[in-house]
């Protein structure tokens, strides 16, 4: 073993075994309870320093030829003792962060292969962008712009459907339940729920997605014929007519031409969306399921 | 190497701490040495332990003499710039490992949209089927790819007006492969779209070989 000849390697590697020499010294210190003082000058002349409990006080028991401290008195223990819980604290947090980045790191080589593996059923858009072909790029970006589409209006609908919780400001819009139904899991994170659906692919059905008559807002992404029960709300919706509702709520059910007549009925039959315990609508069709 | 992982704390069992506080000191020392030799620096290691009544002084007193003399020297600034202790150096630990964690978690979201959204553009799913929270990331990650492909678009373009094409052309029909993203359900079920989207690119591929051949290896 020689000094390294790479000027820049040789910066790279003092840099790394280091840090890695100082650790292991930390972990010695936490496991064995050693005190510890390491000094290394760079190679630009700059002092490193590790020490436990701190660099001067071990530097200068070892000068002065200083005996250990037999018996310390109570309020260097004391001090001590809140030390060594900070440094364990911290010890156990390190633990935990590492453990997260592990974590990490392992889903990003299990998402690395998934993609690998859709590539090899030959879909040449997957492919990186410079090695496709100008028609190539064009139909791509076609598709793209469509697919934009068809996701920005999917985002308004769903931030536009949940306003009215906020100025409703009851608890009973949680019962109508702001989604289609037809989510595997609203819980699960897209990862879990695209390996789910890796796995699940071959028992999709169709028929999974129901209508969910408990919207009351008309999201009428599937073309849903909510029968008039709840009214086309899309069209209608403003904040003034929210207010009417409350103020017509004692109104009786007339068929009046004024819409904001009508959003009143509506919202009397619906006093029975005040339970939350379930979302749907309390007296529907049996073939809404 | 190591079968188990330890636990980082003090270690309770007076045999084990004694045995590990060998195994380790010596491991620490080799270090030292290898980091000394290989990079040409003065280095000196003190252990204070239960086990001795002298500090263990490596590698040797005068060496160790030496480098505390001239580590003195030095202004105080100098000397503390780069000094840490058990709690400033696990903070720092922890806080490039949660640096790192951010960028990986950061890094896999937007893996995650690009599947979903290939998924989207092939078929295998549906834009009902993501969660409404993630939808506005989604968009951006859309956005920021249609980005690309326009970029590419306008690079060729403008090569195609240099020069003679320096690409070659696609043989055949290629947009009429991709399935045509659209909205909401689908009459066409899930068999058949992937049914007819391998028929495609098997049909594709027979036409398309010397692309194949270009193709670079992720």
């Not at chain 1, 590697?13 to 100082?22: I, N, V, Y």
């Not at chain 1, 760079?42 to 250990?68: A, C, Q, W």
């Not at chain 1, 223990?77 to 990490?104: C, K, M, P, Y």
Request: glycine share 4%.
């Amino acid at each position: 073993m020689v000094k390294m000849k790479n000027e820049s390697n040789l910066q790279v590697t003092f840099s790394k075994r280091r840090s890695g020499l100082f650790k292991k010294a930390s972990e010695l210190c936490t496991l064995c309870g050693a005190e510890i003082a390491i000094v290394v000058f760079s190679p630009g002349r700059k002092v490193f320093s590790f020490g436990h409990p701190n660099v001067e006080s071990v530097i200068d028991r070892f000068l002065n030829n200083n005996p250990p401290l037999p018996h310390q008195h109570n309020n260097m223990q004391l001090s001590e003792t809140r030390r060594n819980s900070i440094v364990q604290d911290l010890n156990n947090h390190l633990t935990q962060v590492l453990g997260q980045l592990e974590s990490e790191k392992k889903k990003y080589d299990e998402l690395k292969k998934i993609r690998e593996k859709t590539k090899a059923l030959g879909n040449w858009w997957e492919d990186p962008v410079e090695e496709l072909t100008l028609p190539q790029l064009d139909g791509f970006k076609g598709n793209l712009e469509n697919l934009k589409k068809v996701v920005t209006v999917e985002a308004s609908k769903f931030f536009q459907a949940t306003v009215p919780n906020f100025y409703v400001g009851s608890s009973s819009n949680a019962a109508f339940g702001i989604d289609d139904g037809s989510h595997l899991n609203h819980d699960l994170d897209l990862f879990s729920q695209r390996r789910m659906m890796d796995i699940n692919a071959f028992n999709y059905n169709q028929n999974q997605i129901h209508p969910n008559p408990a919207l009351p807002f008309g999201n009428n992404a599937f073309g849903h014929i909510n029968d008039g029960f709840v009214p086309n709300y899309n069209i209608n919706y403003r904040p003034e007519y929210i207010q009417n509702q409350y103020q017509n709520q004692n109104q009786n059910q007339s068929q009046s031409q004024n819409q904001n007549q009508n959003l009143s009925f509506k919202r009397e039959n619906i006093s029975e969306y005040e339970h939350p315990h379930h979302g749907y609508p309390p007296h529907s069709r049996s073939d809404y399921y | 190497m190591t079968r188990q992982k330890v636990k980082m704390a003090f270690i309770e069992n007076e045999t084990a701490r004694k045995s590990t506080f060998k195994k380790r000191k010596k491991g620490v020392l080799k270090k030292a040495h290898e980091l000394g030799t290989l990079c040409g620096v003065p280095i000196c290691v003190i252990i204070n332990s239960a086990y001795e009544q002298n500090p263990e002084v490596w590698p040797s007193r005068e060496t160790a003499n030496q480098v505390v003399s001239q580590w003195k020297t030095m202004s105080v600034m100098d000397k503390t710039k780069k000094m840490v202790n058990q709690e400033t150096f696990l903070q720092q630990r922890i806080t490039k490992a949660t640096e790192s964690w951010k960028k990986f978690r950061k890094e896999n979201k937007e893996l995650e949209m690009k599947n979903v959204m290939f998924d989207c553009l092939s078929g295998k799913t549906m834009v009902s089927r993501i969660e409404k929270t993630e939808l506005r990331d989604f968009v951006y990650v859309i956005e920021q790819y249609l980005k690309d492909v326009i970029h590419r678009i306008e690079i060729l373009k403008r090569n195609e007006e240099s020069s003679t094409a320096l690409v070659p052309v696609a043989a055949t029909t290629t947009s009429s492969v991709m399935p045509v993203v659209e909205m909401g359900s689908s009459s066409v079920g899930f068999y058949d779209r992937i049914r007819d989207q391998i028929q495609s690119t098997l049909n594709m591929k027979q036409t398309t070989k010397d692309l194949d051949l270009n193709k670079k290896q992720w």
